[in-house]
């Protein structure tokens, strides 16, 4: 039996998303990409395919797409506050871009 997983169409294309580490482990690498592409309602869509031979020499293939949408950016402020203000009302600390 043999198994193969690849992203992007070519088996050995460089810096697809997939990272196949070993025969048995395929890793999808969401980190490859930066985040800071992926923001106002931009993604990545890439094209995953899988290989399969079983013991008699039958070969299948199937893909499917994957999405990644990006995180949010945050962006937190600087603030000092006394120990005796009691309660602080948290929306003040962040900004966003």
């Known amino acids: ?3 193969q997983i690849w992203g992007g169409g070519t088996l050995n294309k460089r810096n697809n998303m997939v990272d196949s580490m070993l025969p048995t482990r395929h890793v999808f690498k969401t ?3 930066k985040n800071s592409q992926l923001q106002n ?10 290989w399969y031979q079983d013991e008699n020499g039958c070969i299948n293939y199937d893909s499917t797409v994957q999405r990644i ?3 949010p ?3 937190l402020k600087d603030q000092i506050y006394c120990q005796d203000l009691g309660e ?6 962040y900004c966003l871009p």
């Open 69 to 71: 949408d990006g995180n």
């Open 41 to 50: 309602g931009k993604n990545y869509t890439e094209e995953i395919y899988g």
């Open 73 to 75: 950016i945050l962006e």
């Open 31 to 33: 980190t490859n990409l």
């Open 88 to 93: 602080v009302k948290m929306d003040e600390t």
């Open 1 to 3: 039996m043999a198994f």
